[in-house]
């Protein structure tokens, strides 16, 4: 079959290059940041005098709650910066925000982004306010964390739905994309959002103190056992959907230069071979080691970059 188009723009057609390395850092900090804030908001929901607890409230976080609520947003704002450098015409960025389009899903991000900075500060700031007492410079900001403390539940609750969203909105970015076959998955939003979970836990994993971390290697296994049963989906997913789909499903998975990347490095290093190291180290035959969260890291940043590209170099007519 021969097809004719009078499409003459050769970034489009027949292969897309419009996203290059900058896109795949952002969405891997952006579904890390998100991750983060999930997972800090939920331990202070179930903590002593959350939202589950008649108890008095607790004014004690763990080190790990500390350490990821700060760095949510921090890694957040890095993921942005990595946005802003793909963009072709910089100066204009502010023109995201002079407008909202319902049918747009970079119009969500692009708010959702904006409101998850000063929401997820806020939880920071609390769960922080006794490092906050021992700088001077931060005494103007003591009674503000004193009354969010006492609304701290809200924020913290705010924060989990806000950073669910961002979590699905870095792969619904993608599958919003109908002309890209890989890309055009309905699961592919779930992927990002269980794949940025699992990363959380395991950078928690890293930086938590030794007695903390057996709590998230716990959560890293669950939310990877999720993330392999999502991801199982997306395949099935696009072998059984039309025919171009099926297609580009069997170009990244069987049949291109980021299979062995997808399969080594995504499915059985960031994936199959954490699960089995974490639940020897959860059992006790094993210590806990770094390898297992970096390669956990290794696969969920690897992930983005394979999607990205293969999603691109997938011809649009196959």
Known sequence: MEIVTNKLNPQVLPHLHIWGWEVPIYLFLGGL????????????????????SKDEPSEEYSMAVKIGSVLSPVLLGIG???????????????RFYTNFVYTSPMSWGSWMLIIFFPVSAMQALVVNREYL?????????????????????????????????????????????????????????????????????ALLVLLAPRTEKGLYSKIDMYMIALEGFAVTLFIVGGITASENVKDAMIFLIGGSRY????????????????????????????????????LVLLGGISLRFIIVYAGQAIPTFS
């Open 33 to 52: 940041s998100a991750g983060l804030l999930i997972i800090t908001a939920a331990m202070i929901l179930m903590r002593k005098g959350g939202i589950f």
């Open 133 to 201: 007492l021992q700088i001077r410079q931060a005494e103007p900001l003591i009674p503000l964390t004193k009354w969010l403390e006492t609304h701290l539940n809200k924020i913290a609750a705010i924060n989990f739905h806000m950073g669910v969203g961002v979590g699905v909105y870095t792969g619904v970015l993608l599958s919003s994309f109908y002309a890209r076959p890989l890309w055009s998955s309905s699961i592919l939003g779930f992927v990002f959002l269980l794949s940025g979970l699992s990363s959380a836990a």
């Open 259 to 294: 299979t062995p990347w997808f399969w080594i490095v995504v499915v059985l290093g960031g994936m199959l071979i954490p699960l089995l190291l974490e639940t020897l180290e959860v059992m006790e035959r094993i210590r806990f080691s770094v390898l297992v969260p970096l």
């Open 80 to 94: 942005m910066f990595f946005l802003f450098l793909d963009l072709e015409y910089k100066i204009h960025v502010w």
